[in-house]
């Protein structure tokens, strides 16, 4: 209920800020403003998660931003604003209005981070309601290796609750207007891990 109740208040709140916002990726570069990507929910189930557009049409599709040669070259001057301020995360109030995520729990995975599913899965990471930010993404962000990024979500499956939620909110804020943790396609890795598919996909 506070989710949802949050979630409306948001809406309503930013809606001039989605306004702008949307203009200027328009103007900035070709393409949909929006973008949708596969991921991986409470209890291991797929949905797909909304995002600002912040890389160009012609981005290699399905392939980790890190493994670009020269990813700077796709990502357009209103996409490293977007990134670097977490904007382009704002989408994710309608995820959290059909009930796909939450405001507070562990960041959804990529469909094919296979080794945070399986890390998560040693602490019950899985089990939880995901959401647009949480304990890790304010001990970290894109620093953190899977390992620890794991065993952070753990750490919030354990302690789930008001209180923790409360931290998580405020520590959020902080950790943006800093600019904390930010590593451009920057994602912890284990052997073998892809990394994240970069946003020129968009189906």
């Not at 949050?6 to 900035?28: E, T």
């Not at 797909?48 to 796709?74: S, W």
């Not at 995360?89 to 995820?95: D, H, W």
Request: with cysteine; hydrophobic share 40%.
């Amino acid at each position: 209920m506070i989710d949802l109740v949050l979630s409306i208040v948001g809406l309503v709140i930013l809606s001039p800020l989605f306004l702008i916002l949307i203009i200027a990726i328009k103007i900035d570069s070709k393409g949909p403003v929006f973008f949708k990507q596969k991921r991986v929910g409470i209890h291991k189930t797929y949905f797909n998660i909304l995002k600002f557009r912040t890389m160009r049409i012609d981005t290699p599709k399905d392939t980790p931003t890190h493994l670009l040669e020269n990813p700077e070259q796709y990502i357009t001057k209103m996409g490293k604003f977007l990134r670097k301020t977490s904007l382009d995360e704002l989408p994710q109030i309608i995820n959290i209005l059909r009930g796909n995520m939450s405001i507070i729990g562990p960041r959804p995975a990529l469909w094919n981070q296979y080794d945070l599913i399986e890390e998560r899965d040693k602490y019950s990471a899985n089990d939880v309601p995901v959401g647009l930010t949480g304990w890790a993404q304010i001990n970290g962000r894109d620093e953190l290796p899977i390992e620890v990024k794991a065993k952070l979500d753990g750490e919030y499956a354990e302690k789930i609750g008001f209180m923790m939620d409360v931290k998580c909110f405020f520590g959020t804020i902080f950790s943006v207007l800093k600019g904390d943790g930010v590593v451009e396609g920057g994602t912890g890795i284990l052997e073998g891990n892809t990394g994240k598919p970069n946003d020129s996909s968009f189906s």
